[in-house]
C-alpha cells in the first residue's frame, strides 16, 4: 500500500473520531440545558405555591456560609487537641470561605428554614464549587460528622486503637465513623430513633453533617433546584431533627 493512501486513510479516520467527538459533545450540551430548562420549569412552577424563592445570584448570602465556618472555627480553636471535624487531615488550616452564591433557593420546609446553593469557596490555596442544602436547627451546636465507612476499615481502625466515638449500636458502631467536637452532643444527637433511621432509611447518602445552626447531607441530588430532588433531601434533614431531643440544643 502506497504512503499516500496510508496517510488519507490515517487523516480520515482522524476526522471520523472527531466529528464523533464534537457531535457527543454538542449533543451533550443539548441535553444539559434542555434538562436544566425542565428543572427550572418545575421550580417556577411550584416554588409559590412553596413559598420558595429562586436567585440566580446573590453574594450577600455569602456571608451565611462564612459565618458558619467561622462560628465553628472559633468553637475549635479553645481545644487544639482535638480532631477538627471539618478537616480532620487538615486541623490547621483557616476554614474555607466563599467568594460567590448562585443558583439560591430559600425558603421554609415543615416549618424549618433552609437553603439551598452553590458556592464558589476558596480553601487551601484552591478553588472549587461547593452545593450545600442546609436546613436550620434549632441553635447553634458543635461540629458533628457522621461518614460511612467500609466495614473492614472501622475493624482495623478499632484494632490499633484510631476508633471513634461508639454509640453502643455493633451495626451502627461498624458501618459509621463519627468525628465529633463534643461528645454529650454527640451522643444526644445520635440517639436510638436517629441510629434506626440512619440505618434503616432508603434514600442514599455519604454522610451526616452538623454545622453551626444547619444540618445537611452528602446525598445523591444532582440539581439542588429540582424540588423532585429538593424536596426528598430536605425531608431526610427534617427526619433526623424530628428525632433529635429538644436538649441537644440548650
Known amino acids: 500500500m502506497s504512503g499516500w493512501l496510508i496517510a488519507v486513510i490515517v487523516v480520515g ?6 466529528a464523533g467527538v464534537i457531535a457527543l459533545v454538542v449533543w451533550s450540551r443539548r441535553s444539559y440545558y434542555a434538562d436544566e430548562k425542565a428543572v427550572l420549569e418545575r421550580l417556577k412552577g411550584q416554588a409559590a405555591d412553596l413559598g420558595w424563592t429562586y436567585e440566580e445570584r446573590n453574594d450577600s448570602y455569602v456571608s451565611v456560609y462564612n459565618e458558619q465556618r467561622e462560628y465553628m472555627q472559633q468553637r475549635l480553636l479553645p481545644m487544639p487537641t482535638r480532631q477538627n471535624p471539618l478537616a480532620p487531615l487538615q486541623p490547621y488550616h483557616r476554614p474555607p470561605k ?3 452564591a448562585k443558583q439560591i433557593v430559600t425558603g421554609v420546609h415543615r416549618g424549618r428554614p433552609f437553603i439551598a446553593a452553590t458556592f464558589t469557596v476558596n480553601y487551601a490555596n484552591e478553588q472549587s464549587s461547593e452545593r450545600v442544602i442546609w436546613v436550620r436547627t434549632p441553635a447553634p451546636g458543635p461540629a458533628l460528622s457522621v461518614s460511612r465507612e467500609a466495614r473492614m476499615a472501622s475493624r482495623v481502625n478499632k484494632t490499633i486503637g484510631q476508633g471513634d466515638v461508639q454509640v453502643g449500636n ?4 461498624e458501618r459509621f465513623e463519627i468525628s465529633e467536637q463534643d461528645e454529650r452532643f454527640t451522643r444526644t444527637v445520635l440517639n436510638p430513633a436517629v441510629i434506626e433511621y440512619l440505618l434503616k432509611t432508603p434514600r442514599k447518602f455519604q454522610s451526616m453533617s452538623f454545622l453551626a445552626d444547619h444540618i445537611d447531607f452528602s446525598d445523591q441530588v444532582t440539581d439542588h433546584r429540582d424540588p423532585e430532588q429538593l424536596i426528598p433531601a430536605l425531608d431526610l434533614r427534617c427526619d433526623v431533627l424530628d428525632r433529635v431531643p429538644q436538649s441537644a440544643w440548650t
Not at 13 to 18: D, E
Open 98 to 100: 466563599a467568594v460567590a
Open 13 to 18: 479516520g482522524c476526522l471520523v473520531v472527531a
Open 170 to 173: 455493633p451495626e451502627f458502631d
